[in-house]
């Protein structure tokens, strides 16, 4: 592994870890939701070992993040996303169609005005 790999693959790690803190799961939990040892999950975790392809997705998957997230750390995670953008007032009383309409309203305004999110 050269070293762009090594800091890709750390970087990776990185992220998986904050993933599956904030999803409130050990290792040794995720690794037995995906059927592998919790000692896997620690090496994904410590860049010592890249998962393949089809791992990534349900790493990505079980943890409600994206692969892009796992991978360049770009996306925000679904759980993250939702935290932040969950208010107090009446639109949570909306049906789901509404509420998904605003926030593509909103985007669209926030675009338009040259707003950019976090």
């Known amino acids: 592994m050269d070293v762009q ?21 050990t290792q040794a939990q995720l690794g037995a939701l995906l059927n592998v040892s919790d000692a896997t999950i ?6 010592q070992r890249s998962p393949d392809p089809e791992m990534l997705v349900k790493l ?22 939702e935290a932040a953008h969950r208010t107090d007032d009446s639109t949570d009383e909306l049906p789901e169609e509404a509420r998904r309409s605003l926030e593509e309203f ?13």
Request: hydrophobic share 30%; glycine share 8%.
């Open 60 to 81: 990505a998957e079980a943890l409600n993040v994206s692969t892009d997230y796992l991978l360049t750390g770009k996306q925000a995670s679904i759980l993250e996303y």
């Open 42 to 47: 620690n090496r994904y975790e410590k860049g």
């Open 5 to 25: 790999e090594q800091n890709v693959t750390k970087k990776l790690g990185e992220r998986l870890r904050k993933a599956r803190e904030a999803k409130g799961l």
């Open 106 to 118: 909103k985007e669209f305004m926030l675009r338009k005005y040259g707003k950019k999110r976090d």
